[in-house]
């Protein structure tokens, strides 16, 4: 391919947006990408060949645990997202719109209703078990913050893969190969990436796993355990707690006027965060839950649902408190009022001696203690942990590192078949639900991972196989020999060159080889060719070498071979 | 592939939808497609197979116009569409949102607007030109009526095509090159297309073809011409008029109390169709046009866009009427009160004691004629010729036939440049504007056609090249020998085989091969074997033939070659 006809062949020297991402800035330098509008993109000529070569990496690895490739649309209908509650779950991410006939619609942020649906009209009996199948989908979330180009973009192309199995020892025997083609394809794609586990989220599942990488831009923290090797995201990680218990002293009534936060009765009353329990109203998709937890530690939503075993939606509001018939700021761990579920943090039931709300306004109650003043049967690890905690494993103080996630793997169960109406008749004639797996990549995600980890000052190096060519040629010097050669290699080493003939200097055409990442450049000149030569120049390693004229096509076959 | 695998091998005997096309009925029952809602559908992996050869196919041909493949965001701005004025032209069939932080964005149902937003990024020197972009992309349009599946679908995929050239010269050489490719891609596809012009519609060009394939239950209509081969749409199609001139008759103003319509008029006058001049006042981007058509004729929006050089919207509503000072339904053809352009058709200009509204209420003028009562330098054809016309060319009565549109190229010119501020320095400094070319074929139109023209009565016949698959294997009997023949076989075949190891009669399992239409079948069993044959069927043909099991492989990969 000639350069001078590449759609978007003209780079730029500087980085023309405001992100501090680097893989950005050299896809958008160099041709790869465009953008037309916040967290809308455009892939380029350039780009499509790149994305192109992810994908065919991605299907082999698919195909190989017998993946069938498909297509859901991008529009559903939301009564799907209705029947398993996920209308209500997901706010303004999701996309919704009425067509001319009024029907409901959103704009698929992920396909898990859809697949379920197209199952429930093909799967019917035990012997149409195992089904694997993925599909390379446009998505769409209208993401309150877009970031890094096509790191978070609104409209996305995602690598979605959905395993059906008869019963849940199947999925789990099924799990571990895709989470090992997952491997295959990172290191093919010349990402290193950690496991983490992770929060389920608004999948509504069992377990997840996700695949990253460390990047200091990164918006996931990991905690990472130096000596164990324990590693999870923040948002599930579990640490060891500090246990403030002693011998519990009488309770008592104690006047806090106007302390209605955590930090004004801090200041108020001139004690520490861990001396206070916090009582806080939560809205999940049945109803309403309390859930009090220690004031120096946060929520984990994460946890929680997981402890409930049903999504939680939030915090209720000061408005939503009162209709209740309690005080916000105020509220007493119990469900004596209100009837709610108590969920309690494991280290308030394990501490004495706690501040806590007692449902009057302007009074606290002072040396309350779990068991005694306020009781539960939901007692559960529900907080993120601090910063330093120690490992659970093994008491070794945990580390941070900040990542960028580039793919995740679900175990879901059978919620959805059980919300979307996915039965099947077993062998001895009984009814039974699927059980589901779940796995992304998001390939701007990807292809943003692999030039985050794959770049120098210069510009980008593609890894082998992911290059939209292999080989960037170029002349110089305007005598008709140099012409005629390379014209004619052009022509030989076929569609993997791209062959610059723009009329641009050679240092703009060095500067350009270089701002691409081709991963090899071949450069006839007139001073080459005097002894028979041309120029091969390695980008990785920055390497150059002779190869006589008549042996340039075959030594390019041959480094095509190896890149593969 | 094991057929027991597939996900969507449950094959229907029945028609399950209660759409006329047996093309959607048969990509149905075969699993092929699934329905997920109005317009809205899934591509099983079958499906998805054929799409894929579909899309390698068109790939090839694109490439040898050095196409180069790329991808545009479904959702874009909105702010685009309204610099073409398409926002106002296109009603409900665009799918207009707002995002969360106030963004109007649409669902793209053509990319027009962001291909030159892009080239508008990326194109600045007469050095730059060609440039010939294309993509796979899905679409949505909110039709109005869906049908036939596939055929017209609110969410489909269309490969549209986009051409860039420093001339209206380069343009016109290269648009025959397109027209060439299309006709080689149906060709390929086994479709017999006939091509004719077509109006532009919403697209705002100069010149548009249409790829048709004659369809009873096809929404277009074709006017052809049997002795000289004139071929055009019903909206562009030129005929022959007859012409009532006379001489003119002294005009007098009649009353015609409540004669408000063209029937009423026709039925207090006694009079035909033919002798009325109906005005109409119609909208357009930039205003009002008032225009005037014989009786006996409708308007064709497309001839009338035109001859006007800017989209029509439609008629004004009464309401509208009336805030211009004009009587509904007696409106005279002038400008004096208005100062609107007036468009006469040339049938009215040439015809002669017309009856024409007064711009009074319930009074008409009779013997009006143009030139002497009203007067306009936009004269031309302005209507849709009626069944049974005379070819303009050679005066034959037209023929009409119904057919679906399965592809289309238009000639844009420089509209959508101009529009979005897309232009370029020529090379002797100064600035000019591209001219453009858009080229489409919609993926389930295509397939639809597809099936359409290639199926018996048992199903699809799936032209070379095109089927999921080449061959489809089964065993027929229990015995050890034919399981391990069969087994064998379905191994080193490979991946272009569907082996039916389903649990099913060999009645079934032949049904099911008729339905999905694949090439060939190969039977093993028993008797076959004892002569040390396994049995080739050819689904196109019927014809049958033995083949020793030794030589099966081989004739497969004979078979595949000629079938290339």
């Known amino acids: 391919m000639r350069y001078s006809r590449i759609f978007g062949n003209n780079t730029l020297r500087h980085n023309p947006s405001s992100s501090k991402s680097i893989s950005y800035s050299l896809l958008l330098r160099g041709g790869y990408v465009r953008s037309l509008g916040s967290g809308l993109f455009a892939l380029m000529p350039l780009g499509m060949r790149v994305v192109d070569k992810m994908k065919n990496i991605i299907r082999e690895e698919m195909d190989a645990l017998d993946g069938q490739e498909m297509d859901l649309p991008l529009v559903v ?8 509650g996920r209308d209500q779950i997901i706010g303004k991410e999701l996309i919704r719109f009425v067509d001319r006939h009024g029907h409901d619609l959103v704009l ?25 199948l993925y599909q390379f989908k446009t ?18 192309t995602m690598k979605d893969a959905y395993s059906f199995h008869r019963s849940y020892t199947d999925l789990n025997n099924f799990f571990p190969k895709v989470f090992r083609a997952y491997r295959n394809i990172f290191e093919r794609c010349g990402v290193e990436v950690i496991t983490a586990k992770s929060a389920v989220g608004s999948l509504s599942g069992d377990r997840a796993y996700e695949f990253l990488m460390e990047c200091d831009w990164g918006d996931n923290y990991i905690v990472k355990c130096p000596s164990c090797g324990y590693q999870a995201n923040l948002d599930v990680a579990k640490g060891y707690k500090d246990i403030h218990s002693g011998i519990p002293r009488r309770s008592e009534e104690i006047s806090t006027p106007g302390c209605d936060t955590k930090e004004k009765l801090m200041d108020y009353l001139g004690v520490e965060d861990f001396e206070i329990a916090v009582t806080t109203l939560f809205k999940t998709l049945s109803g309403r839950v309390l859930v009090v937890c220690r004031g120096d530690y946060d929520i984990s939503h994460e946890k929680l649902s997981r402890l409930l075993e049903e999504p939680v939606i939030g915090p209720a509001s000061e408005e939503e408190v009162r209709a209740e018939g309690l005080v916000p700021g105020f509220l007493f761990p119990s469900n004596e009022i209100t009837g709610f579920k108590l969920v309690v943090d494991d280290a308030v039931a394990e501490s004495d001696n706690l501040i806590v709300g007692s449902d009057k306004k302007d009074i606290h109650l002072k040396n309350a203690s779990f068991g005694r003043d306020f009781e539960s049967s939901i007692v559960g690890d529900i907080v993120r942990i601090r910063a330093a905690s120690e490992c659970i494993q093994c008491r070794t103080p945990l580390e941070e590192v900040r990542a960028i996630e580039v793919g995740n793997i679900f175990k879901l169960g059978d919620f959805y078949p059980k919300s979307i109406g996915l039965s099947f008749t077993e062998e001895n ?17 990807l292809v943003t991972a692999i030039v985050e980890a794959n770049h120098d000052d210069k510009g980008i190096i593609w890894p082998h ?3 939209p060519f292999n080989f960037f040629l170029m002349g110089i010097g ?6 005629n050669v390379v014209e004619k290699l052009a022509e030989e080493i076929g569609s993997d060159v791209l062959f610059d003939d723009r009329h641009e200097s050679v240092g703009v055409k060095f500067k350009d080889f270089d701002l691409l990442g081709i991963p090899y450049r071949i450069v006839v000149s007139t001073k080459g060719l005097q002894d028979g030569n041309v120029e091969f120049y390695e980008r990785k390693t920055g390497k150059s070498w002779r190869v006589p004229v008549e042996m340039a096509v075959k030594t390019c076959r041959a480094l095509s071979k190896e890149s593969i």
Chains 1, 2 share one sequence.
């Not at 209908?77 to 398993?84: A, D, E, G, S």
């Not at 305007?478 to 012409?483: A, D, E, H, Q």
């Open 429 to 445: 004639g009984e009814v039974s639900y699927p059980h589901m797996g779940s796995y992304g990549i998001g390939l701007g995600r």
């Open 77 to 84: 209908p939301q009564n799907l997202w209705r029947k398993t």
């Open 465 to 467: 196989g992911l290059a």
């Open 478 to 483: 305007k005598s008709f020999r140099v012409k």
């Open 108 to 132: 698929s942020s992920s396909h898990l209703e859809p697949i379920t649906q197209l199952a429930r009209l093909s799967i019917n009996s035990y012997r149409d078990f195992p089904r694997f």
């Open 139 to 156: 998505k769409f979330r209208d993401e309150e913050r877009v970031r890094c180009g096509l790191f978070r973009a609104k409209e996305f």
